[in-house]
Nanobody, 128 residues
């Protein structure tokens, strides 16, 4: 059974940094795109970043571009999201999501529930 386990969330002041990790079991990274959705209280769940290990392509939503960096370590089956210059509006639950049928380029528009595998999430809180 595929499992995606997120870690690295926490409380950080505005301007600070966090690194989220997503450890994936069973799947072969080259066959999937893996990325991050987030959901703030009262808002829809939306894709913010994605990486494709097969071709190295990445996606960043406009709200995180220039501040977040996604990377993968295929040997460890782990994807990382380095989040710098965090803002209070980045406060959300962050979910790791993997899929083998889509491309990263459209990640910001995908339906979270239409993708293959989803983690349980990790909470990021940015204080002002």
């Amino acid at each position: 059974e595929v499992q995606l386990v997120e870690s690295g969330g926490g409380l950080v002041p505005a301007g600070g940094s966090l690194r989220l990790s997503c450890a994936a079991s069973v799947i072969t990274f080259d066959d999937y795109i893996i990325g991050w959705f987030r959901q703030a209280t009262g808002k829809e769940r939306k894709g913010v970043s994605c990486i494709s290990s097969s071709d190295g392509s990445t996606y960043y939503g406009d709200s995180v571009k220039g501040r977040f960096t996604i990377s993968s370590d295929n040997a460890k089956n782990t994807v990382y999201l380095q989040m710098d210059n965090l803002k209070p509006e980045d406060t959300a639950v962050y979910y790791c999501v993997a899929d083998r049928h889509y491309y990263c380029s459209g990640y910001g528009y995908y339906d979270y529930y239409a993708l293959d595998y989803r983690g349980k999430g990790t909470l990021v809180t940015v204080s002002s």
